[in-house]
């Protein structure tokens, strides 16, 4: 009887810390529970107060006397893709008054000194005169339930504003007195059903992307009173190979994963030159983007504007999240 009683006390207490013990679990359970419902709870607030702000800053639109937007009766040079699943209708005269311009005027880029579109003037107005005149620019763009939170490292680089429907972005030339030195426009509604930032990165848009490039790169020139580079697509597959090795082993440098660098390259691919250079660029919306940025970079500026360089070749890769990654190589012969 002795034994039998140890034995039920035994149990007995077996049990008892068994469920003393679940209970301290399930009790730190039910804080960590509360405190992940709490912090859910408090991050979705943030978020629709985050999208409400975003909603009301790109729902302010701003009205101008006067947009200015070009009407162009010539045809175009040449037509190539854009991220917004449209086509550029390129125009220029030897490079001078650079056009672009989607054929349902939804949307357009303008340069070249002198020409004024939405109240602002190129290489004229400056970056404080627009800010001055226009108040806060937008900082965040909200599409469906996602914002795209415009990168703060621009500095004064660009401006974007909501001006009359259009998302209208003010490219600022910091080397030339913070003055404007382009304007891109397009409607709101085509920007808002662009796919996420950078679009669908296709065979088309790749080209398309490539060929812009050369054009950017020689108005520029020509504005600076150069001469415009031969365009050599024999250079696109070597240029393409470097940016694509940038997105497979994940790097961002003229060196490549191999240790190569963009002289060693060229001569692979066949370039015995005088004179080399190379601009690299990724993460832009597009090439006017990355030739924006670009121009606001003195060592990739200067390499745009060395008039002792003769001809270029542009490679274009996109990485899995339609990023695109740009090479740009320039040369000299003998």
Known sequence: MKKLLLGVILIAGCIYGYKHIDHTQLTE????????????TLQK????????????????????????????????????ASEYNKEWYVYENHFKNFTLSFSDKSGGYVTGYGRTIFGATIGKTTYNQLKQKLG???????????????SSSHGKEQLLYNID??????????????????????????????NGYYGQGTFQLREGYEKLMVELINESRVGFGLKP??????????????????????????IGSD???????????????????????SGQFSSIYAH??????????????????????VGVAFDAKNVPYYTINFYTPF
């Not at 030339?173 to 709101?188: A, F, G, P």
């Not at 963009?262 to 004179?275: C, F, I, T, V, W």
């Open 29 to 40: 359970k039910i804080v960590t529970a509360e405190k992940e419902i709490q912090k859910e």
């Open 45 to 80: 607030i943030e978020n629709f107060r985050v999208k409400e702000e975003a909603s009301k800053e790109q729902g302010k639109e701003i009205k101008v006397n006067h947009l200015g937007i070009p009407i162009i009766k010539n045809s175009p040079k040449m037509i190539v």
């Open 136 to 150: 806060t620019p937008i900082s965040q763009i909200l599409k469906g339930n996602v914002i795209y939170q415009l």
């Open 165 to 194: 429907g259009y998302y209208v972005t003010f490219f600022i030339d910091n080397h030339n007195q913070n003055k404007l030195r382009s304007v891109q426009y397009v409607k709101k509604d085509v920007e808002l059903q662009k």
């Open 229 to 254: 580079l031969t365009y050599d697509q024999g250079l696109t597959a070597q240029a393409r190979k470097h940016s694509q090795d940038m997105i497979d082993h994940h790097y961002f440098s003229h």
């Open 259 to 281: 240790g190569s660098q963009p002289q060693s390259r060229m001569k692979a691919a066949g370039y015995n030159e005088h004179l080399y250079a190379e601009n690299i660029a």
């Open 292 to 313: 924006e940025a670009l121009m606001n970079s003195l060592g990739h500026r200067e390499n745009i504007l060395n008039p002792d360089l003769t001809h270029v070749g």
